[in-house]
């Protein structure tokens, strides 16, 4: 079963055609990580399969009502700003929300998930922190709590790692692939290629104002495509814990 599915899906910005006839499904325990060069139309990829831009063609979650999309995926986007001084654990208990009853309190078990999100991002200790006073980093984390916290079938992250510490990237992207246990699955935009080879169980590569490849991580990240969309030379190697993308040098025009 797909927890979502896109077909012939086409976006336009600005008269300017970005993504044309894209086809992309996402099944239950992938952690999917969406790569391509600034500008290349992954935000604008993940924003119409939301439904959140106009696009033409088709998405399973474009058509959903509010309630039942956010049952069926949590979203969270690039812009991580924090309007209001709302304390952590309140901003990470949001992720509760289409779960009960407009108004209603949170549960136990609400506070159990809440808790159990913040150990997972490091912020135990935070709970009563406004959410202004955090660090950009610390910011970002609180704001992947929100997202696990909703408990769907399905994570979407725009560049859920940029900004973060090694070890925080690092166990980031394991909190993802643990998701994968229980059929869960992540898609993800991601910028470092070497990370994004290690933990993601597949790649979609985006450019030329489509899906320039899908697959492996060693499908996508041969030579020519590194060549042809990232204008980079780069070699791709099995480590003994995996692969290892090494980037070499840019590529003159
Ligand atoms: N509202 C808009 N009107 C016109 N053009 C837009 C608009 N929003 C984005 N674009 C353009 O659409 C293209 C795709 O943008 P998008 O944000 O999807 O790229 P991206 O792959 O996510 O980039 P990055 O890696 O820099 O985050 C870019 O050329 C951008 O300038």
């Not at 979650?61 to 309630?67: F, G, K, N, P």
């Not at 020519?224 to 692969?243: C, M, T, V």
Request: net charge neutral.
């Amino acid at each position: 079963m797909s927890l979502l599915e896109m077909r012939d899906l086409s976006v336009s910005l600005g008269g300017r055609p970005v993504i044309r006839h894209a086809d992309l499904a996402i099944g239950a325990g992938e952690v999917v990580g969406l790569i391509g060069p600034n500008g290349a139309g992954k935000t604008t990829l993940m924003r119409a399969a939301l439904g959140l831009i106009p696009a033409s063609g088709e998405s399973t979650l474009a058509t959903l009502d509010e309630t039942a999309r956010a049952r069926a995926v949590a979203w969270m986007p690039q812009d991580r700003h924090i309007a209001w001084p709302v304390a952590v654990e309140a901003l990470v208990a949001l992720g509760r929300l289409p779960h009960r009853p407009w108004r209603a309190s949170l549960t136990t078990e609400d506070h159990r998930i809440v808790a159990d999100a913040l150990r997972q991002v490091g912020l135990a200790g935070f709970e009563a922190r406004a959410a202004t006073k955090l660090s950009a980093g610390e910011r970002t984390r609180a704001l992947i709590a929100r997202a696990l916290a909703q408990q769907t079938p399905l994570v979407m992250a725009d560049e859920p790692i940029a900004g973060l510490d090694p070890a925080h990237q690092m166990s980031t992207m394991q909190t993802f692939c643990d998701l994968t246990a229980q059929g869960r699955s992540v898609f993800l935009s991601i910028h470092d290629l070497g990370l994004a080879a290690r933990y993601c169980t597949r790649l979609v590569l985006v450019g030329e104002q489509g899906i320039a490849a899908d697959g492996s991580p060693g499908q996508v990240l041969t030579p020519q495509h590194l060549a042809r969309i990232f204008g980079i030379e780069a070699h791709l190697s099995n480590g003994k814990e995996g692969p290892v993308f090494q980037p070499l040098r840019v590529l003159g025009p």
